[in-house]
């Protein structure tokens, strides 16, 4: 089929180029004029070589689009959903306001990303940007034609960028004109990477680059872009049409009618057309030499929002970047697949490049802002910016209809309003379902709803209710004529009467809050009761529980699981473990780790599973709104993953750090390595790694791009890092690392070391001789020495000694000086007081026996005075107690600070050892209240009551 198409498209273009020779005649530019002249070559010599010149870039131009077809036949489908908005990732402040507007934009063979950016060479590797500084004015363009080289094109300079080997870029300017004045500076907003030369287009040049020269190609007017199909660069002019280029010349394809300027900003194939893609007039295809508009609302929409980039997908779809509506993604029939703006997410409207890099990312520049658009990913968005629906819980597609249930009520739309090209979703609330909806089951013919106000069935947009019990989790259809349904508090069996489900009882011995009934060979019911555990029970034909097994929350791994059935078991997904039920065992097994399908931005439950709304779409609760799974792109999603990548080795020692290369061994003073590594343009990778000669065990996922590797010991080392994205696990990436031994464990040091003992040995010999004699000398001095030193510690040990004897014994003195100067004291003062109290009391019996009508009163007078002494010799019993303990007083006011007098007292009369008998006696209260003060002493005094008192008081 491919050669009838050459053939034909092959005698196409012999008509054409006989037809298009006059025209291409009168364009020739004055360089090949004068060659012409020079060469002083006849004008029928001339038309023959342009004849022929123009017959094999037909030939070319017929294997070129017959290649473009049979590729575009072949070409794999990129599985773009249609539906909601595609995952983006936006990086505003990295790309605009430190580096300025990215003009252009492309991927390197190893996923690096590479922008034209005003200020430089930016480089993104999924988790760091970098500028590197080249010539002096804006980069506008930019061409990958390696990993480590790359070109750009500036204002009024183009040039070559070589990496280094510390991973820096090198420019260097191409530019031949830098120092020549021209009455316009030109812009190098095109750049071409052809098979065996690089192009460099400005307005009014094209330099073609080729081994290592130069050559300029005047163009015939305003160039207003540089496009490759194949190896084959097309040239779009202002005001004359589109060119060729061959070899040193530019050839005319076509022209555009008369009076029309066209500004083309894409050029592609479509079937057999070439199609260019203007800024202000739409699409125009070239036919027969000339461009004519093509006539579709694709157009029409594209002329009103001005293109302003373009790029081709590999299934042929087409990206369009407008300047006043967005992102406009189609198929290759024109049908809007996706159209992306401000109301969608992007930060703004205006994109100023495109591009489709291998991962199935279309990156975005725009006026304000980078982004990221997973447009070949399965997971597709629809958030609720603007709270028109709620919290999505459950969704089913029925009849056309879209149903959401939400925290709201359930909501009802048709399914095609969902697509990706329509403005945003407008959502109608079915009336009388306003609260929470949990489930959306089609059970036979009809569509039921649970409810937290009970179980409800949708008829069209009408809600009809069918049990009023609150709170409805769950539906499950066991056959034919029975359902179960989990409620907040038990299970309720339903059967089928005359077409319609009509509750029939509650299930025994099952309560609590089942929200997951899975039902397993038919008799088996598993019912998941959060905060409570899981229950495998068999049923018999009337749908009750023969038997229950209950297996506690508190065996997994947390509150937060699901079951899942899976073959001829049963899973428990829980965190990130899968436990299998052993059914001879009885029992749940630790088994595998949980790994998802695909990771959904904002998922409410790790574990929550997708729910099939039709053949290709699966729905996901997520915070504020909903995802959308396109499973025929979950292929495509896991060959996009890219493995990680080595991006630096560090090694820091306790003054610095140094950058080392992937092969370099590194010195033991620099043991404390840091291994930079990303996937490139995925900044939410995870990333684990172990050291199988340490350690077989992986470490734990970290989203840190950083992995430290602390304190290694010499030797050699393979570093495996493994990387996820979306929940998916790339290659498993070899680091190799060489750590040099210090110096002192080396060959040298070693060899050091053995010279080093030798001479020392050596020395020791000879030493030792000299030494010996040295040594009997000493010794006798050193023996009486020491005997002398014996001597002087012995008499300084014994003076030491008696001072301290003297010391205590003076104490002992003193102490009992004091005591027998109270007890004289206190002894004269009662001598003189008793003599004192004989006096009165004589003289009163005296005064009674001279008197004796004031005998009475005198003898009341005496019997006062008899009373007084008493008294007052008890107070001199307390105040020789007080001055006896002061001491003792002050040691224990200082650790109880709320002990009163009283409380001093009686420790003092405890120490002593006086009974609670005589303590009452002294104080003239009765024994009962002396055992309550102990009590409340004990209390201050922090004491259990096992403990001993008198001991307590004594050890202080």
């Known amino acids: 089929m491919l050669l009838y198409l050459l053939a034909f498209a092959t005698i196409w273009n012999f008509i054409l180029c006989f037809g ?166 030109e812009e190098f907003w095109n750049i071409a990477i052809l098979e065996n030369k690089i192009a460099f287009g400005s307005k009014d040049n094209i330099y073609l680059l080729a081994n290592e020269q130069i050559t300029r190609v005047a163009a015939p007017d305003e160039i207003t872009g540089c496009f490759t199909l194949g190896d084959t660069l097309y040239v779009s002019t202002l005001s004359r049409g589109l060119y060729v280029l061959q070899g040193s010349s530019l050839l005319s394809i076509a022209t555009y009618p008369d009076g029309i300027s066209l500004q083309t900003k894409g050029l592609y194939r479509q079937q057999q057309a070439l199609v260019a893609v203007t800024q202000n007039q739409g699409l125009w295809q070239v036919k027969n030499g000339r461009l004519i508009p093509l006539q579709n609302q694709l157009s029409e929409k594209l002329a009103t929002d001005k293109v302003f980039s373009f790029t081709q997908l590999p299934d042929g779809s087409l990206a369009f970047g407008t300047i006043f509506d967005g992102l406009f993604c189609t198929a290759p029939d024109y049908q809007i697949l996706q159209h992306i703006n401000k109301r969608k997410g992007l930060p703004n409207n205006t994109i100023l490049g495109l591009h489709y890099s291998k991962t199935g990312r279309l990156w975005a520049s725009m006026d304000v802002g980078l982004s990221a658009i997973d447009i070949s990913g399965a997971n597709s968005y629809l958030i609720d910016y603007a709270g028109n629906f709620g919290t999505a819980r459950a969704a089913s597609l029925d009849n056309g209809l879209f149903y959401l249930g939400t925290n709201q009520g359930l909501f009802a739309m048709p399914w095609e309003r969902l697509n990706g090209a329509e403005q945003g979703p407008q959502f109608d609330l079915i009336p009388g379902s306003e609260g929470q909806v949990w489930t959306i089951r089609k059970i036979g013919s009809q569509l039921m709803v ?48 005359d077409g319609q489900w009509v509750f029939h009882k509650k299930m025994a011995e099952i309560a609590g809050s089942c929200n997951q009934l899975l039902l397993q060979r038919d008799s088996i019911l598993w019912i998941n009761i959060p905060n409570y555990g899981i229950i495998r029970a068999s049923l018999n034909k009337d749908l009750q529980p023969l038997g229950r097994t209950i297996f506690p929350d508190s065996i997994f ?21 899968i436990f ?110 172990r050291l199988p000669k340490l350690d077989t065990a992986w470490s734990n996922w970290q989203r840190s791009n950083i992995i430290s590797l602390l304190n290694m010991n010499e030797g050699n080392y393979t570093v495996e890092i493994m990387s996820k994205v ?80 003297l010391i205590v014994e003076k104490e002992q003195l003193a102490q009992q000086l004091k005591t027998k100067t109270i007890e004289l004291a206190t002894k004269a003062k009662d001598n003189a007081d008793k003599a004192n109290l004989l006096e009165k009391i004589k003289a009163s019996f005296e005064e009674g026996l001279a008197n004796p009508g004031r005998a009475k009163v005198k003898w009341a007078e005496i019997q006062r005075l008899l009373e007084y002494s008493e008294a007052e010799e008890d107070k001199v019993f307390e105040i020789q107690m007080d001055e006896l303990h002061q001491e003792f007083f002050k040691v224990l006011k200082d650790k109880f600070e709320d002990l009163s007098v009283y409380d001093l007292r009686l420790c003092a009369y405890l120490k002593i050892g006086l009974s609670s008998a005589e303590i009452a006696d002294l104080l003239k209260v009765q024994p009962s209240s002396v055992y309550i003060s102990r009590s409340r002493l004990r209390k201050k005094l922090h004491l259990g009551s096992d403990e001993d008192l008198h001991g307590f008081l004594n050890h202080i």
Not at 128 to 149: E, H, L, M, P
Not at 470 to 497: E, K
Not at 640 to 647: A, G, Y
Not at 741 to 769: D, F, K, Q
């Open 450 to 497: 649970g409810h937290d106000r009970g179980l409800f069935r949708i008829e069209g947009k009408k809600f009809v209710p069918l049990e009023s019990e609150a709170g409805v989790w769950t539906l499950l259809q066991t056959d034919a004529n029975h359902m179960l349904a989990g409620y907040y508090n038990g299970i309720s069996i339903y059967n089928l009467v």
């Open 726 to 805: 979306n929940g998916i696990p790339g290659d498993t990436m070899l680091v190799p690392l060489t750590i040099r031994p210090p110096w002192y464990r080396s060959w040298y040091g070693y060899t050091s070391y053995l010279i080093i003992a030798g001479m020392l040995v050596y020395g020791v010999r000879r030493r030792l001789h000299h030494k010996l004699q040295e040594q009997r000398r000493h010794m006798l001095e050193k023996q009486k020495q020491m005997l002398r030193d014996q001597a002087e510690k012995h008499h300084q040990k014994l003076m030491e000694l008696q001072q301290q004897q």
């Open 557 to 577: 791994c947390g509150s937060d699981i699901r079951l899942q059935a899976s073959a001829n078991t049963m899973e428990l997904w829980c965190g990130n473990e």
């Open 20 to 185: 298009t020779i006059p025209n291409n005649i009168r364009v020739q530019n004055l360089t090949a004029a004068n060659h012409l002249y020079q060469k002083k070559i006849n004008l029928p010599r001339c038309f023959a070589m342009l004849c022929a010149k123009q017959v094999f870039a037909g030939i070319v131009r017929s294997i070129i689009c017959v290649s473009v077809i049979g590729a575009s036949a072949i070409a794999q489908p990129l599985s773009m959903p249609t539906k909601g908005i595609p995952k983006m990732d936006h990086f505003a402040s990295a790309a605009q306001a430190r580096h300025g507007k990215v003009w252009a934009i492309a991927s390197a063979p190893n996923g690096l990303m590479y922008m034209a950016a005003e200020k430089g060479l930016l480089e993104y590797d999924g988790a760091d940007w970098q500028i590197f500084k080249g010539s002096q004015g804006f980069t506008r363009s930019i061409a990958v034609a390696s990993d480590s080289i790359l070109y750009t094109g500036s204002d009024l300079d183009f040039g070559r960028w070589r990496r280094n080997t510390n991973g820096t870029f090198t420019y260097q300017s191409l530019y031949p004109f830098k120092q020549v004045v021209n009455p316009r500076n």
């Open 580 to 689: 299998t039920y052993k059914e001879a065992e009885g029992r749940f097994i630790a088994g595998r780790k949980l790994i998802p399908d695909i990771t959904v931005d904002g998922i409410v439950n790790e574990q929550q599973q997708a729910e099939f709304l039709d053949s290709q779409y699966s729905f996901i609760p997520i915070h504020n709104g909903f995802a959308l799974q396109y499973r025929p792109g979950l292929q495509a999603v896991r060959q996009n993953v890219l493995s990680p990548m080595l991006r630096q080795i560090a090694g820091r020692s306790d003054q610095e750090e140094k950058i080392f290369q992937p092969t370099e061994p590194i010195p033991f003073s620099y043991n404390d390595l840091e291994l930079k590594v990303v996937v490139p343009q995925f900044p939410d990778a995870e990333f684990r790694y």
